[in-house]
């Protein structure tokens, strides 16, 4: 892994994961899986944002709690916004509950801010291969507005899905991956108003870790102060090796159920 973005080193700091989605919206993995596979791979927190719903997240905290895993599990949402009939992608983190879809950017930034949640711009500008997103001129347009109300917490500098949907062309020669040069141009430019920094796997499979978020002590502060880094796999080796180590965790671990069995 490479860090992209940041000032501290991430040997001596804490990882987190804040954009996993379960088998209870559009992923494969249960939220026990997810929390299993995590540990495994000694993330110290996790997001679930399944799409405009909260409950995978706290059946993943409950499980959490009862196992005394050694992780901070995150309540998170990926929620779906809607402005002039165009929808894109939010994520609120630390929520009580969960947020209505199809509501404007400024009606869910509230919402998130009211539960005392964190908002943040995920796989910004990307507009191909289903994903929903903001484009740079409508980032451009919230980050001008005057509405009090209208502000961001932490803006994906890298998520996975973007490294995974492009992966033959970004590595190519063992070039390192290109997807996030549109975000880590975006976030250097207008980083005072973009808040922390992320990196965020978007795992829909097993492919937790493909970008993580760096932070020391308090993961909700260090989101809060933008004291955060962003890692990446930097070549193809790592990028792959991210895969098999999920792979032989779930083959030794013996989740060999039909519903895992598809996931390879
Ligand atoms: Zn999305
Ligand atoms: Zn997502």
Known sequence: MKEIYGQFDPEYGKKADLHIHS?????????????DLASHLEIDA??????????????????????????????????????????AHLIGLFLDSPIAKHQSVPKT????HRQGGLAIIPHANFLHMGFSSFSE?????????????????????????LLLVAKRKLFQGKAPPKAYDFALKFYRQHQEKLGAAIGSSDAHRMTLELSLTGYEDDLKSAITNAQTSVMAPDTYEEFTDQYSKAKDFFIQSEIQSERSRHLF
């Open 109 to 112: 930034l509230y919402e998130i």
């Open 46 to 87: 996790i997001a679930i944002t399944d799409h405009d719903m909260v409950h995978p997240a706290e059946i993943a905290r409950e499980y959490v709690e009862k196992n005394n895993v050694p992780i901070e599990l995150v309540i998170g949402s990926e929620i779906t916004t809607e402005t002039n009939g165009k929808r």
């Open 137 to 161: 001129a409508e980032l451009n347009n919230y980050l001008q507005t005057d509405d009090p109300e209208v502000y961001f917490d932490g803006f994906e500098v890298s998520n996975g899905g």
């Open 23 to 35: 088998n209870l919206s559009d992923g494969t993995l249960s939220p026990q899986q997810i929390v």
